[in-house]
Each structure stands twice: as structure tokens, then as C-alpha cells.
């Protein structure tokens, strides 16, 4: 599937505008280059659909959205969901795109992109080995990240209209194809409970922001991720920026709480907007 945002729009058209007959541009969201022929009418793309030049206006005047194009017409990839009564959808950046949830971006996209946000996850925990719980899937960075080392990846979704929208997504690919990685729908507070304890040797908590959803910040759920660990395993925590005035109040609970639940050692990892707990 060809999925553009308004970076390749607006290559294809400054290519017509300076009388170019084709164009190399990514047709993934920056994963790869193809070729494609600029025509009076549309622009030709390599699977022999077509897209028309107003559709590519549509799409360059747009900044955080991406389009899939199927059937020689270009749709916005988004949704509504029934479940959280929120508005999903997929936002360009230079690198992979993010999840925009009633506006609001699920990865760090100021300093840097969401592709080298999940790095700087997974090196907070890195080596990653084993058996890992990828506890919020969103369009599965993490859970993608994380396969390239481990044995096996869970990873919880609450949300059917993430994973549609993930589906559609060029940079999420490998969620759905690599049998290392297992889905399951539903909430992490409730799924956690189903493991059996000492299931897993890591964990990738990256909850969405406390007021949205604060039981994934709670003593409870971390006394089921203390559970579910193995001896000398442990839980990398996204929490938010460590520097403002609410992600220092939000961390300070955190490793509070984390302590009570039986974790021993708690260290931040400022770089990638988290802490690191062990269970010993």
C-alpha cells in the first residue's frame, strides 16, 4: 500500500513544477524510494495506480496527517473510536510517523523523532533478552524494537482502533508479521493478571499521560509487574519529561510506588523520560 504524507506531496510537486518527467520518493513514510512519472493529468505511481494533482495539493497543505492511496484516490488515515470516543490518527514526521490521539501525539517529537524516542527506550533496558511485556502497543515500536533481541514479545492493545490504525501504518509492518510478537487486545491492568508470575524477564511500560490513564500508574499495577517478573528482571517506565514541573511530581509517586511494590532499586533514565526498576 503507497501511504504519503505532505513531505512526499511536496516533492512530487516542486518535481512537476520544475518540469521533471519522473521522481525518486519514499512511498512508506521514509522507508524506502520509488520511482514515479509525473503525467499532465495525475502522477503514475509503480503499482500502476494513479494519483491526481488536486489530491496531491490535499495532501501538501496537510502537516499531521498521512494518506493511504488504493483505488487511485488518496483517504486520511484515521479513525473514531467507539471504545474511548477519541479521534486516532497517523502524523508524518521526518523519520516514522506518530499516533495523534484527540490531537495529542503518543511518542516525543520535540528534539527528536519517534523512532529514536523507542531507541532510547530500549536502551534504557537493553540488553533485552528473554521474554518480554510490552504492557500499551500503540503502532508497536517497542514491541518491534524489543523482538529484534528477545525470545518472545507480548504486547497489550486496549484500544481496536489503534491496531487498525497501526495496521496502515508502513513503519508498524513488522507487528503484525514477525511471529516473535504476539497481540492481545484488551486492558493491561486487567491482562497483567492472566500471567502467570515470573513470566518475564523484562517489561516496557509506556502508559499514555497519568490523567488519561491513571490505574497504569497505580500500587496495584505495579504490584502485578513485580509479580509477573522474573528474579533479577526489570520494567523500564515512560513517564514524561523529568525537567517539568508535572513529570517531577509524577516521577517522584512513581518511584515511590514502584518501592512499595517490592522493587528494590529505581533508577531514572532521564534520556529516555523514564526509570529503570529491578526486581532482585
Request: glycine fraction near 6%; charged fraction near 20%.
Amino acid at each position: 500500500m503507497v501511504v504519503l504524507s505532505y513531505l512526499q506531496a511536496r516533492q512530487i510537486l516542486e518535481a512537476r513544477k520544475s518540469g521533471q518527467p519522473v521522481v525518486n520518493v519514499s512511498l512508506d513514510l521514509n522507508l524506502t524510494e520509488s520511482e514515479v512519472r509525473l503525467q499532465p493529468e495525475c502522477v503514475l505511481l509503480p503499482a500502476g495506480e494513479s494519483l491526481d494533482w488536486k489530491s496531491l495539493e490535499e495532501i501538501s497543505g496537510n502537516e499531521i496527517a498521512c494518506y493511504a492511496v488504493e483505488g487511485n484516490a488518496a483517504q486520511a488515515i484515521k479513525g473514531f473510536s467507539e471504545f474511548s470516543g477519541r479521534v486516532y490518527g497517523l502524523m508524518p514526521t521526518a523519520s516514522a510517523p506518530t499516533m495523534l490521539v484527540s490531537g495529542i501525539p503518543m511518542h516525543r517529537i520535540k528534539d527528536t523523532n519517534p523512532h529514536q524516542d523507542t531507541l532510547d527506550k530500549i536502551k534504557a533496558l537493553a540488553p533485552i533478552r528473554g521474554d518480554v511485556l510490552d504492557t500499551t502497543t500503540g503502532l508497536g515500536y517497542t514491541a518491534i524494537a524489543a523482538a529484534k533481541t528477545a525470545r518472545r514479545v507480548v504486547t497489550i492493545e486496549i484500544d481496536p482502533t489503534a491496531q487498525a490504525i497501526a495496521r496502515l501504518n508502513p513503519w508498524s509492518r513488522a507487528l503484525f508479521e514477525n511471529p516473535k510478537i504476539t497481540q492481545l487486545i484488551g486492558d493491561a491492568f486487567n491482562e497483567i493478571e492472566k500471567f502467570e508470575a515470573e513470566s518475564f524477564s523484562t517489561i516496557i511500560h509506556d502508559p499514555p499521560m497519568f490523567s488519561l490513564a491513571g490505574d497504569l500508574y497505580s500500587l496495584a499495577f505495579y504490584q502485578q509487574a513485580f509479580r509477573v517478573l522474573k528474579h533479577n528482571g526489570r520494567i523500564f517506565h515512560y513517564i514524561g519529561d523529568p525537567e517539568s514541573k508535572t513529570g517531577a511530581r509524577v516521577t517522584a509517586g512513581v518511584i515511590r510506588r514502584l518501592q512499595e511494590a517490592g522493587f528494590k532499586r529505581v533508577r531514572r533514565a532521564p534520556r529516555a523520560f523514564g526509570v529503570v526498576a529491578y526486581k532482585e
